[in-house]
T-cell receptor
Framework: DVKVTQSSRYLVKRTGEKVFLECVQD?????MFWYRQDPGLGLRLIYF???????EKGDIPEGYSVSREKKERFSLILESASTNQTSMYLC???????????????FGPGTRLTVL | AQSVTQLGSHVSVSEGALVLLRCNYS??????LFWYVQYPNQGLQLLLK??????LVKGINGFEAEFKKSETSFHLTKPSAHMSDAAEYFC????????????FGEGTQLTVNP
């Protein structure tokens, strides 16, 4: 089974802190994704990565950055955390078989981040 | 741009009753469509996906969904609800030209009453 793990289930940080959220997948998937989940808004894509050292902005990248130095690991960085970044953060990975693949995304358990 | 709308943020059914969760998409061409389920304190799990092979798609846990192009819909159904079906359900759409990005609906919280 594909396993996507996230470094923390719950995290509490203070405004202005630099925050790192880590995601690791164990199935050699090329694509990795970071979403935030808020009540009534569903999941919104922050950033995604097609492959190592490749990244692309999603729908809400402001205030976030990402890093993908190794294929299995995709990090989300909050450069200076703010209270409006309090949310559930979900990581996902996906195997790519050609440009038009419809392979589904596999999700981690999520990190609930609270910024005080 | 593609979008998906889930009608009803909360749906409540009795155990044993029919489950119907509604999803409508907006796209100029039929996209790929997905239903995911999220149990409390867990990530999302794929229930089923539509990729154009068949309009009626069967998924896990007894769920199925029917793609109706004329109605731009992809509603999720289950004939008989079980207590363990209580969860949040997300419909998602992906364009056929680039399979990587998913656009999610707002989610529907399903409550199953004994």
């Amino acid at each position: 089974d594909v396993k996507v793990t996230q470094s923390s289930r719950y995290l509490v940080k203070r405004t202005g802190e630099k925050v790192f959220l880590e995601c690791v997948q164990d199935m050699d998937h090329e694509n990795m994704f970071w979403y935030r989940q808020d009540p009534g808004l569903g999941l919104r894509l922050i950033y995604f990565s097609y492959d190592v050292k490749m990244k692309e902005k999603g729908d809400i990248p402001e205030g976030y950055s990402v890093s993908r130095e190794k294929k299995e690991r995709f990090s989300l960085i909050l450069e200076s955390a703010s209270t409006n970044q309090t949310s559930m953060y979900l990581c996902a990975s996906r195997l790519t078989k050609g440009q038009y693949s419809v392979n589904e995304q596999f999700f981690g358990p999520g990190t609930r981040l609270t910024v005080l | 741009a593609q979008s998906v709308t889930q009608l009803g943020s909360h749906v409540s059914v009795s155990e044993g009753a029919l489950v119907l969760l509604r999803c409508n998409y907006s796209s100029s061409v039929p996209p790929y469509l997905f239903w995911y389920v999220q149990y409390p304190n867990q990530g999302l799990q794929l229930l089923l996906k539509y990729t154009s092979a068949a309009t009626l798609v069967k998924g896990i846990n007894g769920f199925e969904a029917e793609f109706k192009k004329s109605e731009t819909s992809f509603h999720l159904t289950k004939p008989s609800a079980h207590m363990s079906d209580a969860a949040e359900y997300f419909c998602a759409v992906s364009p056929r030209t680039s399979g990587s990005r998913l656009t999610f609906g707002e989610g529907t919280q399903l409550t199953v009453n004994p």
